[in-house]
C-alpha cells in the first residue's frame, strides 16, 4: 500500500504551495522589454554599416541571396551586440521532423598563445553549421557514413538571445539539409514554398494592375491551446510524465458540463505564470496578444500577433519551448498533447492564414462589398479549388497519433475537410456560379437595445466553431492542427496547393484575356463559375459535428480519412509528388522520408504508450485492486467468524475486474510482439490491434479506479489533476 502515499503527498503538496516572483513588473512592462533579446532590423541599422545592412535588408526584404562578403561584417556585429547582452555562445538552431527545435551551443571562446581568450565568430560560421545529423530521422534520405547536415542561415529569421539563469546563448535560425541538399527539416520546405506563392500570385496581381513586383508572403497567426497541470501530480502519473497524455483515469464527477471554465477569471498561478511567459516572448520579439480560459477545467490559450508564415513558424516552436519551460517555475506542466484527457476537450493548433504585400496588405481582405472585389473573389476561388482538391493533403498534414484523438471524434473539426465561407461569400460565390454578383449581404449594426451603449458593427459572417477550414473575415482558420504540431507542415502544405491552384487560375485569366484588360471581369466570372461548379462542394457552413454531415460528405465524395495511418500515404500519390516538385517545394525523395519519419514517430508514440499502460496496469493499477480485494475478502471472513452472512457483490465485482485487467494487459503484451517489416503495415497494426488493446485495458482499469477505496488508489485522479490549483 505505498501508491496511495505519492498520491496523498501530491495534494498535500498542492495545498502548502506559494509561488514567488521576482518581476518588478512596474518598472519594466513587457511591452517596454519588446525585441530586446532580438538582432532586429533596428539593431542592424545601428550597428551595421549602411551599405552592407541595405544588402542585408533587401535580402530580408525580396528573399534575395545573401552576399557571401557582408557575411564577416555582420558576424561580428551581430557578435559585439551578443556579447554586449551576455552571451557567450552560439547556436545554429533547426528545426527536425520530429517536430521539434535543435541547438547545438558552441562558445566564441577563442585562446591565443600568451595563455589568453577573445571572443571569435566569423561570417562563414554565421552562415553555415555542420551538425552531425546522424542522430535525426531522415528516411531513408542518407546512409549512416553519409551522415553530414548542414544548416544555413535563415536572414529572413532574425538571430535573437536566449537567456538561462546562468548565461545566455546566440542563436541562429538555420535551415537543415543533407549534403546531398535535400531537406531534413521543417524551414526548407516552407521558404521553398513561400517563394513559390510569390511568384504565382505576383501573376493574379499583375492582371489587376499590380506590378510593384512587391514580395508576396504568406502570414500566419497561430492559437495555441495547452493544459496546465501541478507537476506534483504530473509526477505521480507515469502516463502524463512519458507520453503526455494519461492513458488512465475514471471520468471526474463534475467535468466541462457547466461551461464555466471558458474566457473564466483566470487563477493567480496561471496568470503569473503567463506574464512570465509572455515576457519572455516579449523579449524574443514574438508579439503575443491574447490569453484565456479555454473550454475544459485546466486548459488555456495563448494567441500573437500575425507574422509571416516562415516567422512565425519558428516563433511558434519557441512559443511551445517557452510555455514549457516556464511552467516548471511556477510547479506545473505544461501539457500540450491534443488530448491529455479523455472525455474532456482536447487541444488544437488554430493556424490562421493570409496572404499579402506591401502595397496593398492583406490580399483575402473581401473589402465591404465582396462582390465587387474580383482580386480577392480570384484568390479566394483559388483557395476553394485547392482544398477541394487536394483535402487528403491536408488531412495527412495534421495526422499524429496525438490529433487522431480529436479529429476522428466529434469535438474537434472531423477528419473531411471543408471549407466554411459563412453567409456573405456563399452568397456572393453562388450568384456568380448563377450569372452574376450583383450585391453583397451586409453585416448592418446590432442594436443592443440600451440607450447608453452604441450600436455595434455586425460582421457580415458569423464564426463557424466546427469547421475545419473557416473563412474569418479576412483570412482562413485552419482549425484542425494539433496542439503539439510545428506549424510548419500546414502552412507549406497551404502554400504549395494555393500555389498550383493560383498558377491555373492565372493561366486560364491569361489565356481568355489575351493582355486585354476589357476582357478580364468577364475571364474572371467564367473562371469562377467553372471552380464553383467543380469544387462547390467543399463549401459547407452547417454543424461539422453532426453524423448528418458525415453522411452528406460521403454522398459529395469528400474523403473521410478517420486515422494517420489512414491519411499519410497520400504524401506521396502522384497528384502530390508531381505539384511539389513542380514548384520545388520537395522532391518525391523528400516526401518518401517525410511519410517514413511520420509513420515512424506515430509507430514509436503508440509503442511507449502501450509499454506505459503495461507497466501501470501491472504495478500500480492491479495491485490496487488486489489490495482492495483482500480488503473486502477479510472483511467477508471476519464476518463469518461472528457467524454473520456475507454476500458481498463487491468482492465479486472486484476478483472479475482484476482477472479481465489480467487478460487484457496480457492481450496487449500479445498484440506489441508483432512487427510487420514494412512501416505503413507496422503503423496500420499499432492502429487496428494495439490502440484498440490499450483502450480495452484502459476500459478496465477506470471501472477498477471507480470502485477501489480512495486510500489504495495510487493514480491522482481526473478530479484532482483536472480542479485543484
Ligand atoms: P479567435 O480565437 O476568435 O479565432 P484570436 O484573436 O485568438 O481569434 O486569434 C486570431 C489570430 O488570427 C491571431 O493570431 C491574429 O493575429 C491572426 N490573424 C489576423 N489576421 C491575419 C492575417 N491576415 N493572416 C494571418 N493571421 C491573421
Ligand atoms: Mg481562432
Known amino acids: 500500500m505505498s501508491g496511495n502515499t505519492v498520491r496523498t503527498e501530491a495534494i498535500r503538496a498542492i495545498n502548502d504551495y506559494t509561488f514567488e516572483t521576482t518581476i518588478d513588473f512596474k518598472n519594466s512592462s513587457s511591452i517596454d522589454l519588446f525585441g530586446d533579446n532580438v538582432f532586429s532590423i533596428s539593431i542592424m541599422k545601428k550597428r551595421l554599416p549602411k551599405e552592407i545592412f541595405k544588402k542585408v535588408n533587401k535580402t530580408m526584404e525580396e528573399g534575395t541571396r545573401l552576399d557571401a562578403s557582408v557575411a564577416d561584417v555582420v558576424a561580428s556585429a551581430m557578435k559585439d551586440w551578443a556579447l554586449d547582452n551576455g552571451a557567450t555562445h552560439y547556436a545554429h538552431v533547426f528545426f527536425p521532423l520530429t517536430g521539434l527545435t535543435a541547438e547545438k551551443h558552441d562558445s566564441f571562446l577563442m585562446p591565443d598563445l600568451a595563455g589568453n581568450a577573445m571572443a571569435e565568430f566569423s561570417g562563414s560560421t554565421l552562415i553555415q553549421g555542420e551538425p552531425d545529423a546522424s542522430s535525426f530521422p531522415n528516411g531513408g534520405l542518407r546512409e549512416t557514413f553519409e551522415a553530414r547536415g548542414y544548416t544555413a542561415w535563415d536572414v529572413t529569421s532574425p538571430a535573437y538571445i536566449m537567456e538561462n539563469p546562468n548565461g545566455a546563448t546566440l542563436c541562429i535560425p538555420t535551415a537543415f539539409v543533407s549534403w546531398t541538399g535535400e531537406a531534413l527539416d521543417k524551414k526548407t520546405p516552407i521558404l521553398r514554398s513561400m517563394q513559390a506563392l510569390n511568384i504565382q500570385a505576383q501573376r493574379i496581381l499583375k492582371l489587376f494592375g499590380d506590378d510593384s513586383g512587391k514580395m508576396v508572403n504568406a502570414t500566419c497567426g497561430a492559437e495555441q491551446e495547452y493544459f496546465l497541470i501541478d507537476r506534483n501530480f504530473v509526477s505521480a502519473r507515469p502516463d502524463l510524465l512519458a507520453t503526455g497524455r494519461s492513458l488512465f483515469g475514471a471520468p471526474a464527477p463534475k467535468g466541462q458540463e457547466f461551461d464555466d471554465h471558458y474566457f473564466g477569471a483566470i487563477p493567480d498561478r496561471v496568470l503569473a505564470y503567463m506574464c512570465e511567459v509572455e515576457r519572455e516572448l516579449c523579449k524574443l520579439g514574438i508579439p503575443v496578444k491574447t490569453r484565456h480560459n479555454e473550454v475544459a477545467p485546466s486548459q488555456f490559450e495563448l494567441a500573437p500577433v500575425f507574422e509571416t508564415a516562415n516567422l512565425a513558424t519558428d516563433h511558434q516552436q519557441l512559443v511551445m519551448v517557452t510555455l514549457r519551460k516556464i511552467a516548471k517555475k511556477y510547479g506545473?506542466?505544461?501539457?500540450?498533447?491534443?488530448?491529455?484527457?479523455?472525455?474532456?476537450?482536447?487541444?488544437?493548433?488554430?493556424?490562421?492564414?493570409?496572404?499579402?504585400?506591401?502595397?496593398?496588405?492583406?490580399?483575402?481582405?473581401?473589402?465591404?462589398?465582396?462582390?465587387?472585389?474580383?482580386?480577392?473573389?480570384?484568390?479566394?476561388?483559388?483557395?476553394?479549388?485547392?482544398?477541394?482538391?487536394?483535402?487528403?493533403?491536408?488531412?495527412?498534414?495534421?495526422?499524429?497519433?496525438?490529433?487522431?484523438?480529436?479529429?476522428?471524434?466529434?469535438?474537434?473539426?472531423?477528419?473531411?475537410?471543408?471549407?466554411?465561407?459563412?453567409?456573405?461569400?456563399?452568397?456572393?460565390?453562388?450568384?456568380?456560379?448563377?450569372?452574376?454578383?450583383?450585391?453583397?449581404?451586409?453585416?448592418?449594426?446590432?442594436?443592443?437595445?440600451?440607450?447608453?451603449?452604441?450600436?455595434?458593427?455586425?460582421?457580415?459572417?458569423?464564426?463557424?466553431?466546427?469547421?475545419?477550414?473557416?473563412?474569418?473575415?479576412?483570412?482562413?482558420?485552419?482549425?484542425?492542427?494539433?496542439?503539439?504540431?510545428?506549424?510548419?507542415?500546414?502552412?507549406?502544405?497551404?502554400?504549395?496547393?494555393?500555389?498550383?491552384?493560383?498558377?491555373?487560375?492565372?493561366?486560364?485569366?491569361?489565356?481568355?484575356?489575351?493582355?486585354?484588360?476589357?476582357?478580364?471581369?468577364?475571364?474572371?466570372?467564367?473562371?469562377?463559375?467553372?471552380?464553383?461548379?467543380?469544387?462547390?462542394?467543399?463549401?459547407?457552413?452547417?454543424?461539422?459535428?453532426?453524423?448528418?454531415?458525415?453522411?452528406?460528405?460521403?454522398?459529395?465524395?469528400?474523403?473521410?480519412?478517420?486515422?494517420?495511418?489512414?491519411?499519410?500515404?497520400?504524401?506521396?500519390?502522384?497528384?502530390?509528388?508531381?505539384?511539389?516538385?513542380?514548384?520545388?517545394?520537395?522532391?518525391?525523395?523528400?516526401?518518401?522520408?517525410?511519410?517514413?519519419?511520420?509513420?515512424?514517430?506515430?509507430?514509436?508514440?503508440?509503442?511507449?504508450?502501450?509499454?506505459?499502460?503495461?507497466?501501470?496496469?501491472?504495478?500500480?493499477?492491479?495491485?490496487?485492486?488486489?489490495?482492495?480485494?483482500?480488503?473486502?475478502?477479510?472483511?467477508?471472513?471476519?464476518?463469518?467468524?461472528?457467524?454473520?452472512?456475507?454476500?458481498?457483490?463487491?468482492?465479486?465485482?472486484?476478483?472479475?475486474?482484476?482477472?479481465?485487467?489480467?487478460?487484457?494487459?496480457?492481450?496487449?503484451?500479445?498484440?506489441?510482439?508483432?512487427?510487420?517489416?514494412?512501416?505503413?503495415?507496422?503503423?496500420?497494426?499499432?492502429?487496428?490491434?494495439?490502440?484498440?488493446?490499450?483502450?480495452?485495458?484502459?476500459?478496465?482499469?477506470?471501472?477498477?479506479?471507480?470502485?477501489?477505496?480512495?486510500?489504495?488508489?495510487p493514480l491522482p485522479t481526473y478530479q484532482e489533476m483536472l480542479f485543484m490549483k
Not at 501539457?335 to 479523455?342: R, T
Open 332 to 713: 506545473m506542466s505544461c501539457l500540450l498533447h491534443e488530448k491529455p484527457f479523455s472525455g474532456i476537450n482536447g487541444s488544437g493548433k488554430h493556424v490562421n492564414y493570409s496572404f499579402g504585400n506591401a502595397t496593398q496588405g492583406n490580399l483575402l481582405d473581401p473589402g465591404e462589398t465582396p462582390h465587387e472585389n474580383a482580386q480577392f473573389l480570384v484568390f479566394t476561388a483559388a483557395i476553394i479549388r485547392a482544398v477541394h482538391k487536394h483535402a487528403k493533403l491536408l488531412r495527412a498534414v495534421v495526422a499524429t497519433a496525438g490529433n487522431d484523438h480529436r479529429l476522428g471524434a466529434n469535438e474537434a473539426p472531423p477528419a473531411i475537410i471543408s471549407i466554411f465561407l459563412g453567409d456573405q461569400l456563399s452568397d456572393v460565390f453562388g450568384q456568380i456560379q448563377n450569372g452574376d454578383a450583383t450585391s453583397s449581404k451586409g453585416g448592418g449594426t446590432l442594436n443592443i437595445g440600451v440607450d447608453s451603449l452604441p450600436n455595434l458593427p455586425k460582421d457580415a459572417g458569423d464564426r463557424n466553431r466546427t469547421s475545419p477550414f473557416a473563412f474569418t473575415g479576412n483570412r482562413f482558420e485552419f482549425r484542425a492542427v494539433g496542439s503539439a504540431q510545428s506549424v510548419s507542415g500546414p502552412l507549406v502544405a497551404m502554400n504549395t496547393i494555393f500555389s498550383e491552384s493560383i498558377d491555373y487560375v492565372a493561366t486560364e485569366l491569361e489565356k481568355r484575356t489575351g493582355g486585354d484588360g476589357a476582357k478580364l471581369n468577364d475571364a474572371v466570372k467564367e473562371v469562377i463559375k467553372e471552380i464553383m461548379d467543380a469544387h462547390g462542394d467543399v463549401i459547407f457552413n452547417g454543424d461539422g459535428y453532426t453524423d448528418a454531415w458525415q453522411e452528406e460528405a460521403a454522398r459529395r465524395g469528400l474523403p473521410n480519412l478517420k486515422t494517420t495511418p489512414d491519411s499519410l500515404p497520400c504524401l506521396v500519390d502522384d497528384d502530390i509528388v508531381e505539384i511539389f516538385s513542380k514548384y520545388g517545394v520537395l522532391s518525391r525523395k523528400e516526401l518518401e522520408s517525410r511519410m517514413e519519419i511520420y509513420l515512424e514517430q506515430y509507430i514509436l508514440k503508440i509503442a511507449v504508450e502501450a509499454r506505459i499502460s503495461i507497466k501501470m496496469a501491472d504495478t500500480q493499477i492491479y495491485p490496487a485492486a488486489v489490495a482492495h480485494q483482500t480488503m473486502l475478502a477479510d472483511n467477508c471472513l471476519k464476518l463469518r467468524e461472528l457467524g454473520l452472512t456475507c454476500d458481498d457483490e463487491s468482492l465479486t465485482h472486484i476478483t472479475e475486474l482484476s482477472s479481465k485487467l489480467r487478460e487484457a494487459s496480457k492481450h496487449l503484451k500479445a498484440v506489441m510482439a508483432h512487427k510487420s517489416e514494412e512501416t505503413l503495415a507496422e503503423a496500420t497494426h499499432c492502429c487496428e490491434e494495439i490502440i484498440p488493446a490499450m483502450e480495452a485495458l484502459r476500459t478496465v482499469a477506470d471501472s477498477i479506479e471507480e470502485m477501489v477505496a480512495d486510500d489504495l488508489w
